[in-house]
């Protein structure tokens, strides 16, 4: 049985439930990360900076690409050059919706807010919603400048409504929609808007709506005038909570893969639990948080792009006395756990699984294997997984997905094969995977910590155990 009790184990589902509703952007995410990392004496890179001499045994750093991506790493005390690093990656984005350049929209009466998909979400889930808006926001800083801010409006300013079944009475057989048309939220009413403080915009040609300009302004305490630009994405202001009546699943939206990002971050501080925790280790641990898996991951700050590769390489260089293929060796002494959630078997659609690959809620992460290369998951990967569940009572399930069904994929192949990395797929079961509320089990959150948390302490032995080439 795993060592964890109950009571570590509620703090972890917990403490994902707080990491969630902080987090309703992936630039909120990395926002997150990065006052976490710091509470745990990480110190911050710039990638436009020198990382010579700055980069030490023992040490602990991280930095953030676009604000939306983070990377973290803690060198061990006796990591050489060409050493490996243990890696867990994950991604920050979920689907959603997300502001059009020109948003401002009137039809009926009402104002409405044009919007983009993001992803390949549940849409029918985003009806009947109380959503919100929240991202980043360049603002003018007076000097010539600009400042990157974050925002996050609290109050429900947003609904996408259903269309009454007494006016499409099909709706009974068949839900369906118009991605473009049907999927427009509503601000306000015309009236309303234009009878209140905002009279006087009503002639105002620009890209958004007045009253919404007006409301981003006043939660980032700005004039109007000062937003340059936004990137800014829907979300459900019901917050992510506890429920069941054993009190043993997460209710919340952006579990996927927020689940997975919580648990890298957590598990990397808490293999950190002391300063000398490192002092033996002769890799580098690191968590590598991607932004863009839900749309393919190339972007300049997906899993698709050099990004892994760039902190590989200046880790490497920044080390005295490396070879001329310390990268190279370093590469093939390393090892990544990408982890994205998976399909938990649905009670009313358990037919939909392969019969022997079932991942229950509450029974731990699960092992995502696939033949055609979807997942990245190898007999030599998969061992190396087991054995470090296995030492530490930590149960691991497997996923494997219908041959008549059609299979998922991760950040795991794209890196794995871009270079050459030892690569193995898993993450924590899910249901309703992509709609706007998901279901986790709360014990597998800690469970899922306490797996990353051992294999960065236990990796580096492990593999000098392990002939494969």
Same mark, same amino acid.
């Given at each position: 049985?795993?060592?964890?009790?109950?009571?570590?184990? &509620?703090?972890?589902? $917990?403490?994902?439930?707080?990491?969630?509703?902080?987090?309703?952007?992936?630039?909120?995410?990395?926002?997150?990360?990065?006052?976490?990392?710091?509470?745990?004496?990480?110190?911050?890179?710039?990638?436009?900076?020198?990382?010579?001499?700055?980069?030490? +045994?023992?040490?602990?750093?991280?930095?953030?690409?676009?604000?939306?991506?983070?990377?973290?790493?803690?060198?061990?005390?006796?990591?050489?050059?060409?050493?490996?690093?243990?890696?867990?990656?994950?991604?920050?984005?979920?689907?959603?919706?997300?502001?059009?350049?020109?948003? *401002?929209?009137?039809?009926?009466?009402?104002?409405?807010?044009?919007?983009?998909?993001?992803?390949?979400?549940?849409?029918?889930?985003?009806?009947?919603?109380?959503?919100?808006?929240?991202?980043?926001?360049?603002?003018?800083?007076?000097?010539?400048?600009?400042?990157?801010?974050?925002?996050?409006? &609290?109050?429900?300013?947003?609904?996408?409504?259903?269309?009454?079944?007494?006016?499409?009475?099909?709706?009974? $057989? =068949?839900?369906?929609?118009?991605?473009?048309?049907?999927?427009?939220?509503?601000?306000?009413?015309?009236?309303?808007?234009?009878?209140?403080?905002?009279?006087?915009?009503? !002639?105002? *040609?620009?890209?958004?709506? +007045?009253?919404?300009?007006?409301?981003?302004?006043?939660?980032?305490?700005?004039?109007?005038?000062?937003?340059?630009?936004?990137?800014?994405?829907?979300?459900? /202001?019901?917050?992510?909570?506890?429920?069941?009546?054993?009190? $043993?699943?997460? %209710?919340?939206?952006? #579990?996927? !893969? @927020?689940?997975?990002? %919580?648990?890298?971050?957590?598990?990397?501080?808490?293999?950190?639990?002391?300063?000398?925790?490192?002092?033996?280790?002769?890799?580098?641990?690191?968590?590598?948080?991607?932004?863009?898996?839900?749309?393919?991951? /190339?972007?300049?700050?997906?899993?698709?792009?050099?990004?892994?590769?760039?902190?590989?390489?200046?880790?490497?260089?920044?080390?005295?006395?490396?070879?001329?293929?310390?990268?190279?060796?370093?590469?093939?002494?390393?090892?990544?756990?990408?982890?994205?959630?998976?399909?938990?078997?649905?009670?009313?659609?358990?037919?939909?699984? $392969?019969?022997?690959?079932?991942?229950?809620?509450? *029974?731990?992460?699960?092992?995502?294997? !696939?033949?055609?290369?979807?997942?990245? /998951?190898?007999?030599?990967?998969?061992?190396?997984?087991?054995?470090?569940?296995?030492?530490?009572?930590?149960?691991?399930?497997?996923?494997?997905?219908?041959?008549? =069904?059609?299979?998922?994929?991760?950040?795991?192949?794209?890196?794995?094969?871009? #270079?050459? @990395?030892? /690569?193995?797929?898993?993450?924590? +079961?899910?249901?309703?995977?992509?709609?706007?509320?998901?279901?986790?089990?709360?014990?597998?959150?800690?469970?899922?910590?306490?797996?990353?948390?051992?294999?960065?302490?236990?990796?580096?032995?492990?593999?000098? *155990?392990?002939?494969?080439?």
């Amino acid at each position: 049985m795993n060592s964890l009790t109950k009571a570590q184990l &509620q703090r972890q589902a $917990e403490q994902l439930v707080d990491f969630v509703n902080k987090s309703p952007s992936p630039f909120h995410v990395v926002d997150v990360c990065r006052t976490w990392l710091k509470g745990a004496q990480f110190v911050e890179l710039k990638e436009k900076q020198s990382w010579s001499g700055a980069i030490k +045994p023992n040490g602990r750093y991280f930095f953030t690409r676009n604000g939306s991506s983070i990377v973290a790493f803690a060198v061990g005390g006796k990591f050489r050059p060409g050493n490996g690093i243990s890696i867990v990656g994950a991604h920050t984005d979920s689907p959603c919706f997300k502001l059009k350049p020109v948003s *401002k929209k009137t039809s009926s009466g009402f104002l409405q807010v044009g919007v983009q998909v993001y992803g390949g979400g549940l849409w029918h889930t985003w009806f009947d919603r109380d959503l919100s808006i929240a991202g980043r926001v360049m603002v003018r800083d007076g000097a010539g400048g600009y400042d990157s801010r974050l925002v996050s409006i &609290q109050d429900p300013i947003m609904r996408i409504p259903s269309l009454a079944i007494h006016l499409d009475r099909s709706v009974r $057989e =068949s839900f369906t929609y118009n991605k473009e048309t049907h999927l427009t939220p509503i601000l306000a009413t015309v009236a309303k808007a234009l009878n209140g403080d905002n009279a006087s915009d009503k !002639n105002i *040609k620009c890209a958004h709506h +007045p009253i919404l300009l007006d409301r981003i302004a006043k939660e980032l305490s700005v004039e109007v005038a000062d937003i340059a630009d936004f990137e800014l994405c829907l979300y459900d /202001t019901q917050k992510a909570t506890i429920g069941g009546i054993c009190n $043993e699943f997460i %209710y919340a939206s952006r #579990l996927d !893969n @927020l689940n997975s990002s %919580y648990c890298a971050v957590e598990g990397l501080i808490n293999s950190l639990s002391d300063e000398s925790a490192a002092a033996e280790d002769s890799h580098v641990r690191m968590i590598a948080l991607f932004d863009n898996e839900e749309v393919g991951s /190339t972007s300049a700050y997906g899993a698709n792009s050099a990004l892994i590769e760039s902190a590989i390489r200046r880790i490497q260089s920044s080390c005295s006395n490396g070879s001329a293929t310390a990268f190279e060796e370093s590469i093939a002494n390393s090892f990544m756990i990408s982890s994205d959630v998976t399909h938990a078997v649905h009670p009313n659609y358990s037919e939909k699984h $392969e019969e022997n690959h079932r991942p229950e809620l509450q *029974k731990g992460p699960s092992i995502k294997v !696939n033949a055609n290369q979807s997942y990245a /998951t190898t007999s030599v990967t998969s061992t190396i997984l087991k054995d470090i569940a296995k030492r530490n009572g930590i149960p691991i399930q497997e996923f494997v997905v219908r041959n008549d =069904s059609p299979c998922g994929s991760t950040i795991g192949p794209m890196l794995s094969a871009q #270079l050459g @990395l030892r /690569t193995v797929d898993m993450g924590n +079961p899910l249901l309703s995977m992509h709609s706007i509320r998901e279901v986790c089990g709360t014990d597998d959150v800690g469970l899922c910590v306490k797996l990353f948390e051992h294999f960065f302490e236990e990796f580096a032995g492990l593999d000098a *155990k392990i002939t494969v080439d």
